[in-house]
């Protein structure tokens, strides 16, 4: 059994954050551990309180998981403040992870801001240069690189520009743009793009947290970062054909059927 750690925020409304990687963990084979970063209060319409976790206490959930367990990957989502996001540099660091993902959790579909915009330059400047894989959506790659991307050229532009920032790989997301959804991966020598149909529906929360999840559980399972890739890229499509509403608003993706 491979052990796959989120540091994340919590979405009481089940679809997103921690709930959503443990539930991508354990739909994949693996067993899943959480550091909770902060609380979110939720529901399918929206986000109505965030409390951020002090860091100490962060950084106390990590060393208590890494001084006892064995690690194979780890999963960071919503960081929330630049003091949590160098409590997680330092702690990953100091007990050498492995197979880290970054998913530069920015902004909620429902608005509602998971990283304070000023933190944003702590995230890029600590956690990128540890990471296995950054996993920006174009929105979070427009952040980062301070430019507008419409195009498949300006994705592959924005993905060199984030792995000169430290990341081993990067791939940014296409799903926010028309048509089929279309991810480019960057390693530092070749671009290697993969194609999914879109799905019509708008259930999508949690998207981006269990896509994520799945890269880090396949690469703590032993797969290469393409195999990784291209099995979250599955996962993902059968967990969002599969969909269902919970609320009045966006429900969440589905993890077993
Ligand atoms: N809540 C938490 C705690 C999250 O980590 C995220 C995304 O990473 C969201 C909400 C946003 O989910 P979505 O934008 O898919 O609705």
Same mark, same amino acid.
């Given at each position: 059994?491979?052990?796959?750690?989120?540091?994340?925020?919590?979405?009481?409304? *089940?679809?997103?954050?921690?709930?959503?990687?443990?539930?991508? %963990?354990?739909?994949?084979?693996? /067993? *899943?551990?959480?550091?909770?970063?902060? @609380?979110?209060?939720?529901?399918?319409?929206?986000?109505?309180?965030?409390?951020?976790?002090?860091? +100490?206490?962060?950084?106390?959930?990590?060393?208590?998981?890494?001084?006892?367990?064995?690690?194979?990957?780890?999963?960071?989502?919503? @960081?929330? #403040?630049?003091?949590?996001?160098?409590?997680?540099?330092?702690?990953?660091?100091?007990?050498?992870?492995? $197979?880290?993902?970054?998913?530069?959790?920015?902004? !909620?579909?429902?608005?509602?801001?998971?990283?304070?915009?000023?933190?944003?330059?702590?995230?890029?400047?600590?956690?990128?240069?540890?990471?296995?894989?950054?996993?920006? $959506?174009?929105?979070?790659?427009?952040?980062?690189?301070?430019?507008?991307?419409?195009?498949? +050229?300006?994705?592959?532009?924005?993905?060199?520009?984030? /792995?000169?920032? *430290?990341?081993?790989? @990067?791939?940014?997301?296409?799903?926010?743009?028309?048509?089929?959804?279309?991810?480019?991966?960057?390693?530092?020598?070749?671009?290697?793009?993969?194609?999914? +149909?879109?799905?019509?529906?708008? $259930?999508?929360?949690?998207?981006?947290?269990? %896509? !994520? #999840?799945?890269?880090?559980? /396949?690469?703590?399972?032993?797969?290469?970062?393409? +195999?990784?890739?291209?099995?979250?890229?599955? /996962?993902?499509?059968?967990?969002?054909?599969?969909?269902?509403?919970?609320?009045?608003?966006?429900?969440?993706? $589905?993890?077993?059927?």
């Amino acid at each position: 059994m491979k052990h796959v750690l989120t540091v994340a925020g919590s979405d009481s409304c *089940g679809g997103a954050g921690i709930q959503a990687d443990l539930k991508t %963990f354990s739909a994949l084979g693996t /067993y *899943g551990m959480s550091v909770i970063t902060a @609380v979110t209060a939720q529901n399918t319409t929206g986000v109505v309180m965030v409390r951020e976790m002090d860091p +100490e206490m962060v950084a106390a959930q990590i060393n208590c998981i890494f001084e006892d367990i064995k690690v194979h990957a780890v999963k960071v989502g919503m @960081v929330s #403040s630049a003091e949590i996001i160098t409590t997680i540099g330092n702690c990953l660091a100091r007990h050498r992870a492995v $197979n880290i993902v970054i998913d530069p959790v920015m902004v !909620s579909k429902s608005r509602c801001n998971l990283l304070r915009p000023e933190a944003c330059e702590t995230l890029v400047k600590v956690l990128f240069p540890l990471a296995t894989v950054v996993t920006p $959506n174009i929105p979070e790659a427009e952040v980062i690189v301070g430019g507008t991307i419409t195009t498949l +050229e300006d994705m592959k532009g924005a993905a060199v520009e984030i /792995y000169n920032k *430290g990341a081993k790989n @990067v791939i940014v997301k296409g799903g926010h743009m028309e048509g089929p959804a279309i991810d480019v991966l960057y390693d530092g020598k070749q671009f290697l793009q993969f194609s999914g +149909e879109r799905v019509a529906t708008t $259930n999508t929360h949690g998207t981006g947290c269990t %896509f !994520s #999840s799945a890269i880090a559980a /396949y690469l703590a399972r032993g797969l290469t970062m393409t +195999e990784a890739i291209e099995g979250a890229k599955k /996962y993902i499509h059968r967990a969002i054909a599969h969909s269902f509403p919970i609320g009045r608003g966006v429900g969440p993706t $589905n993890h077993f059927h």
